[in-house]
């Protein structure tokens, strides 16, 4: 348990777990979203999405599925892998999901839409997977991840 910032078991069976990565970048997003905005990380560790983030005056909410990717991987490729149940989970329960890819200092998002059923699937490492397009995706710094929460959820 030691790549975990907090573990613990409760009543429901659910954990507690925060891994290092996504503890950092909870953070780093709170602090640049501003006192308005309430961040809650998921207790199930097999949630399909890892935060909730809502508007504490109009109560508007995005779900945030965040990866950390190594930096070499970064524009090497046309397109970045998403598992394909990671979809169909954000299409029947989260729609209005935001996948977020950190690399480093360089944050590359995409918000969840019908067009997810346009672009290409696969198997990779026997998992059905989705490559959505790196022209589809949206890059930029944390700033302007926060800013682009901000739009969405006011």
């Not at 909870?26 to 097999?46: A, D, F, P, Q």
């Not at 983030?53 to 397109?79: G, M, P, Q, T």
């Not at 672009?119 to 997977?129: A, N, R, S, T």
Request: charged share 30%.
């Amino acid at each position: 348990m030691d790549s975990f910032v907090k573990s613990d078991k409760t009543a429901t069976n659910k954990i507690d777990v925060i891994l290092p990565s996504e503890a950092e970048f909870k953070l780093t997003l709170k602090t640049r979203l501003g006192s308005n905005y309430k961040m809650i990380k998921s207790r199930w560790v097999y949630s399909p999405i890892d935060f909730l983030i809502f508007n504490k005056d109009n109560l508007k909410c995005v779900y945030i599925e965040h990866k950390k990717r190594n930096e070499r991987h970064n524009n090497k490729y046309k397109s970045i892998i998403v598992n394909h149940s990671k979809i169909v989970n954000c299409k029947q329960n989260y729609p209005n999901t935001l996948f977020v890819f950190e690399y480093d200092d360089v944050y590359k998002y995409i918000k969840y839409c019908r067009d997810f059923d346009k672009f290409d699937g696969g198997c990779v490492l026997k998992q059905d997977v989705v490559f959505i397009p790196n022209d589809k995706i949206i890059s930029g710094s944390i700033e302007d991840l926060s800013k682009y929460i901000k739009k969405i959820i006011g």
